[in-house]
């Protein structure tokens, strides 16, 4: 679609912000919110891939447990929550879109005791077109990556599986990378074992087994989907602690995330594995992963004819 | 000020957005801004009592400290922010304020890679009525604190003397304390030294000593100001490490901050400390405190009847 000359005002995203809807453009938070200021909110994030969510229940799902872990509890419920999406979508006429859910603490009214239990939460929604973490010609060439210096927020402090903002951590990560030349950064838990970069789980494959770290990171859908395509294709693959030095010396390494599937690794700081190409483990379940999405595999698709609902979206 | 009635649109709060001026109600930051969406983001905030800037030069100093650290870069100079806050308080007409300054990353804009380096770093400032972190009912009878089991984030992850908005942990704390029946919590480092509390640096008096902890806080300025009131007074003070166990049996204990000054702490979990109420030192030290300030110690008067500079605020 051609936003720059469309007539649609919603053709460069659509949001829905605590009730109303808007223009992407539109689409702004309070300063004095504590969604902002203490960065008390969690979010999720699904895809739009051919006219159709992938895995809508999974997200929608893990979002609840999200707010849930964090005493956030809006008004609306999980069905308000795909009705809203499945409208901004369809308004903003988009294919192809990134679509994120999130629920802020909002703050106090005048009068309340300054408490986070006296806030009001609230969602904000928005689709725009689809965002690449990493661009289609660095996934075919292969990620450059580091192990970064900078360990990931510890799960005691803040729970990496309720989705958070909290990516101070994952930001000098990546100005680690950056300073390396590299793309992105892998974090430790700072005790020699692998957790998660910066938008993404991590995997390696190391004797042809498929290995996601067991803890300290995001339970990432994508990362439950390569879990069953290793099923599918017949891969073993375990969710276990992966140590620095395992990870090092895998054979392959790929990221995965909503914000681009499957992404191989041909670059591990100074270490260049296979022929400075993703592998072929790694590109096989990227290719798969693609097919299935093509398919209609977990898809929820929208009717972009139908009449939007006022009242919700 | 009756703000409720005042023919003044800034009297509830002035701000300054990215180069705009406008009532706090409309200070907005999109939702797709990495200052909110990856908390990518530092921040100040600079009191006003009586119609004068407390210690601005040490904010200022210590904001652009904060930006160093994180690569953040505004076009505005320290100078031109002094002018901009200014103007906000002068704007309001408030004679007593909480003035923030926040310097967001912005976001790469479309073409360039999807990385921080790629950000447009800006200022958003804003002047609002004075918030006090606790009433001053609390402040007279004592608050009643806990320590939490929540740990820190760990300063190799995010750096605390960065002021940031990796408030997860801390809120974490903050329901601790609010479902055991307390205001607020004092968290540690999880290796059994005590940090710093949502907002607030925290002080022990051990055998007449007034201690804070070494790191893994942020450096106060209203914490500096203690120390330089503890040499006024002759009061024996020591940075250093300070463990929970010492901190649990100390004769004092009290916080300091911004948006409240020095508060002394009447219930540590199920602890009274003294009869219930501010230990003698705590409330010495509160009286001085404010009494200084009446006089005008570390002020920057206000000129409120000066003209607005129209380029800046």
Redesign the interface.
Known sequence: MDTEHSTNPFAAGA?Y?DGRITP??K??????D???????VTYDVVGVYHGAFFRLDDHLARFRASMGK??LEPGESDADIARILTGLVRRSGLREAYV?M?CL?GRPAPGL?????YGRAYL?C?A?PW????TPEQQARGVHAIVAK?????P????PTAK?????????A??EA?DAGA?TAILTD?NGLITEGPGFNAFAIIDGTVVSPHQGALEGITRKTVIELCGLLDIPCEVRPLTVEAFEDADEIFLSTTAGGIMPVSRLGGRILGNDRPGPISARLRETFWARRAEGWHATPIDYDASVEPALA
């Open positions: 949001a912000v992407i453009a689409a702004k938070i309070p300063v004095t504590w969604g902002y200021r203490r960065s008390d964090m005493r994120a999130d603490r005791p300054y408490h986070p239990a904000v928005y725009v965002v690449w973490l990493f900078t360990p990931r927020i510890a005691e402090s803040v729970d958070n903002f909290h990516w101070g951590d994952l930001t000098r990546n100005f950056h793309e700072g």
